[in-house]
């Protein structure tokens, strides 16, 4: 029982390079979501896809951008990466539109941009 | 707007003690709550949910939470901790007449780290 894998699980960058972190979801989610986790911050919204074809802009989107490849793979694009956006980056799927807040995640995607 | 307030960073207890992690928040708006928990090295996964009803709401693993609109709090608690609690604990709220896709888009707070010592 898969549910929501990330790749690559670490990685490193320098400043300037770019990166694709890619999202799969095994549980016929109409939604997924990326989060970034910094220390003492919590998890902030970057993107979110409603549903597949679907994306829109969440709290923190600067610097990246997104793709809802099907309903199951959603990914996020650094394209030129920054220090700023060294973080652990979560993905996560929700079942239905109407059931409020239960998330499901993935293991998190540990960047670091040198 | 929402926010979101843990009020410790770091609760560190002894096996067998009673906790309590303070969750406050802020809102223009009704909210749903939620208290997620997040193991090393793992992903996030919901431990319990207020939407509605009975202002104590129980969840796994033996916590509950208590839901206090006077006073825009939702503080989780187990009588009785493990060392296998030993995680970060994050509170999250959700504008409750946000619907549809809306119900994704979670405000967390900061993280309360629970260090259980045996």
């Known amino acids: 029982n898969a549910g929501v894998t990330q790749t690559p699980k670490f990685q490193v960058l320098k400043t300037g390079q770019s990166m694709t972190l890619q999202c799969a979801q095994d549980m016929n989610h109409n939604s997924m979501y990326w989060y970034r986790q910094d220390p003492g911050m919590g998890l902030r919204l970057i993107y979110y896809s409603a549903s597949e074809g679907t994306t829109d802009k969440g709290e923190v989107p600067n610097g990246y951008n997104v793709s809802r490849l099907n309903k199951r793979e959603f990914s996020l694009r650094l394209e030129s990466a920054a220090p700023s956006q060294t973080s652990v980056y979560f993905c996560?799927?929700?079942?239905?539109?109407?059931?409020?807040?239960?998330?499901?995640f993935g293991e998190g995607s540990r960047l670091t941009v040198l | 707007a929402q926010s979101v307030t843990q009020l410790d960073s770091q609760v560190p207890v002894f096996e067998e003690a009673p906790v309590e992690l303070r969750c406050n928040y802020s809102s223009s708006v009704s909210v749903y709550l939620f208290w997620y928990v997040q193991y090393p090295n793992q992903g996030l996964q919901l431990l319990l949910k207020y939407l509605s009803g009975s202002t104590l709401v129980k969840g796994i693993n033996g916590f509950e939470a208590e839901f206090n609109k006077s006073q825009t709090s939702f503080h989780l608690r187990k009588p009785s901790v493990h060392i296998s609690d030993t995680a970060e604990y994050f509170c999250?709220?959700?504008?409750?007449?946000?619907?549809?896709?809306?119900?994704?888009?979670?405000?967390f707070g900061q993280g309360t780290i629970l260090t259980v010592h045996p």
């Open positions: 996560a799927s929700k079942a239905g539109r109407t059931i409020p807040g239960e998330l499901f």
């Open positions: 999250a709220v959700n504008p409750s007449n946000a619907g549809g896709t809306s119900y994704g888009k979670l405000t």
